[in-house]
């Protein structure tokens, strides 16, 4: 499955974004997806995953409470929502989908990744 993240950009914080993830193919429905983010200098880290028919979504306690993941499986498309944004929310973010969900916290669980957006917090 291929990726194409999309929707990132410059907002103040305390304000809102919602970025979202399409895919190409007919599998979408198959994969389960998450939501990594690596900040300037950092490692890349999860921050939220939701299961193949959207059942179940799981959150870093980072973004918990402040951030929706969401996906439209007609649409082949996940999102994900973001409230009340830091600037310690600043960080190129990453869709990933994958066949198992065991350690969906895991890079490694991911078989296919998007190119990334840029979101900017700025305070």
């Known amino acids: 499955v291929q990726l194409q993240a999309s929707g990132g950009g410059l907002v103040q914080a305390g304000g809102s974004l919602t970025i979202s993830c399409a895919s190409t193919g007919r599998t979408f429905s198959t994969y389960g997806m998450g939501w990594f983010r690596q900040a300037p200098g950092k490692v890349r880290d999860w921050i939220a995953a939701?299961?193949?028919?959207?059942?179940?979504?799981y959150y870093s306690d980072s973004v918990k409470g402040r951030f929706t993941i969401s996906r439209d499986n007609v649409q082949n498309t996940v999102y994900l929502q973001m409230k009340n944004l830091k600037p310690e929310d600043t960080a190129v973010y990453y869709c990933a989908a994958a066949r198992r969900m065991d350690y969906y916290t895991f890079q490694s669980e991911y078989t296919s990744w998007g190119q990334g957006t840029l979101v900017t917090v700025s305070s």
């Open positions: 939701i299961t193949r028919d959207g059942d179940s979504e």
